[in-house]
């Protein structure tokens, strides 16, 4: 593991140094450098590279179980759950599955979090309750990563963040932009899934540093977080679904028009009596 770290960081960082830092020797690492894959790896290399081509082929709407029968029409003999992992190796996720390639770091469990909102999806002010999730949007070159935090007051997006990568980083991002624009209060309830990413160390440090509440959906229940599902399904219905879009980049810049110049400011929701998150703020300020 330290010379495979070496090796991914090699242009960072001195070999002299970094291995005296990790107890390393020198010699064993060029040793390492010369070593030659093993077939388990080069086989996996392949493999990917067909289960990417099923995948694009098909426009992201196969899974892991599609995938598998297809190489198996091929004359490849792979089974579900091997698939599975190259599949979230390379961060594939089918489209209309929720996170279901997600890789869950093992680690301490966290504490359980009690589900405060129990689905009463109502707030009488501003900065009493966010809810949030990840999502992700495809593009023909990679993945983007979508973090968001909404107000179930106003359905105001308060706070939100993207990358490649789907970490912690990602909701600490949406999270501290969140509570650098609306400066809420101690006792704010913040309720989201039970992903590694909120149960993180780092994420539930934040909420206790500024005396957030945290709360959690149950285990495997989407409806727990109806209002972040619905604004999803939003975003992928009226932005998403036919943009194509070539590069992680380019979302990117969509979904932040979307975000920042469409949705919070102009569009109409019916649970706001046909107003926008702004206006509704605005008359209930």
């Not at 330290?2 to 960072?12: D, G």
């Not at 493999?47 to 598998?68: C, P, S, V």
């Not at 006792?187 to 039970?194: E, K």
Request: a positive charge; proline letters at 2%.
């Amino acid at each position: 593991m330290r010379f495979q770290f070496l090796k991914e960081h090699q242009k960072k960082y001195n070999i002299k140094k970094a291995c005296k830092i990790l107890k390393v020797s020198r010699s064993g690492y060029y040793d390492y450098l010369k070593r030659r894959k093993s077939s388990r790896a080069i086989e996996n290399e392949a493999l990917t590279e067909m289960i990417e081509d099923i995948f694009e082929k098909n426009k992201g709407r196969y899974g892991a179980r599609r995938i598998q029968l297809i190489l198996e029409r091929q004359g490849v003999k792979i089974n579900q759950k091997r698939v599975s992992k190259l599949m979230s190796a390379r961060g594939l996720i089918a489209k209309g599955t929720r996170k279901a390639y997600r890789k869950v770091k093992k680690g301490t469990p966290c504490e359980e979090k009690e589900n405060i909102l129990n689905r009463v999806f109502t707030a009488n002010a501003r900065n009493k309750v966010w809810v949030g999730d990840i999502t992700y949007v495809p593009t023909k070159h990679g993945f983007l990563y979508l973090a968001v935090f909404i107000d179930i007051f106003s359905r105001k997006v308060t706070g939100w963040a993207m990358d490649t990568r789907i970490r912690d980083s990602l909701v600490l991002s949406a999270l501290n932009q969140a509570i650098g624009r609306e400066h809420p209060e101690k006792g704010l309830i913040v309720h989201t899934d039970r992903g590694s990413q909120y149960t993180s160390q780092r994420f539930q440090a934040l909420l206790n540093r500024y005396g957030f509440v945290q709360s959690m959906s149950r285990k495997g229940n989407p409806y727990d977080n109806a209002i972040m599902e619905s604004f999803y399904r939003t975003l992928k219905r009226e932005l998403v679904q036919d943009a194509h879009y070539e590069n992680p980049e380019q979302a990117r810049q969509d979904i932040f028009r979307y975000i920042e110049l469409y949705y919070n400011t102009e569009r109409i929701h019916s649970a706001l009596g046909w107003l926008s998150p702004a206006q509704f703020e605005s008359q209930n300020a």
